[in-house]
């Protein structure tokens, strides 16, 4: 899918009418099936901007254009159809407690099922070889059965990313996929999910606080205070420009993922259901 935006603005739902966005006019393009890593800050605007390419945030200002159409001249009908090629991952999955892992990674397949066959298989799930196929390329296939809440928050994590494996989006938007890994874990998350996406010919975004991973990408997006502080081939993003970039936020650049093993469960939460 090929991106394009153009003074594009966005602010957080929650945000007053007036409030300064979140994400500034930003300007870019993004051809099908490139790979991008968007680094920045904390408050850099990196979510937002996923966010707003996943037509989940009415431009503020500006526009966007998703393989020539703009969503937001579309009808409702018209609009989830275009929806349902985008495949988000929030840094917390969305993932009810009481769901199987089977279940759970089935999901990405909703978009291009019917009601019926969706309903069918919550009650016996069709399509186990492709979810333990995904689950095995994230080391995860033995919790294929298993409940959602008796798993880390790592194994969590994964479990988000091996859905994009079974959707058949054409973009693929990654809020921090490496957040709640040991540096093993997060190595093979991020080969599989790249190689998954080159596999699918999906474009794909991807937000990272790594920088030494987010470097490895083709292409670069330095965020800072919502503006777009460069645009850069990952080889050309140098020690200088990053300590630009991370400027009075050094803890930042120099953190990386959790030293050793995945991150205990976070406590119960309500499921937060994401809607085409």
Known sequence: MH?????????????????????????LDITASEQVAVIGPSGAGKTTLLHAL????????GGLTLDGVDPWTLPVSKLQQLRG??????QTPPLPPRQRVITAVLAGRLPRQSLLASLR????PTGIAQAE???????????????????????????????????SASLWLVDEPLSSLDPSRAKLAIETLTAAAREAGATLVCTLHQVDVATRFPRVLG???GRLHFDLPGAEVSAERLR????????????GPAAAGDTPPPPPQAPVMYCR
């Open 54 to 61: 996943a037509c989940a945030l009415r431009p503020a200002a």
């Open 223 to 225: 965020l800072r205070d």
């Open 121 to 124: 298989s919550l009650i016996y």
């Open 133 to 167: 196929s995904a689950l095995t390329r994230f080391d995860l296939a033995h919790k294929l059965w298993d409940r959602v809440d008796r798993l880390s928050g790592g194994e969590r994590q994964r479990v988000g990313l091996a859905r994009a494996l079974l959707s």
């Open 85 to 90: 090629r985008l495949f988000l991952a929030p």
């Open 244 to 255: 630009e970039l991370y400027a009075q936020h050094e803890h930042e650049l120099l953190g």
């Open 3 to 27: 991106i394009s935006l153009r003074g594009l603005a966005a602010r957080h739902p929650a945000a007053a009418p007036d409030s300064v966005p979140a994400l500034q006019p930003v300007s």
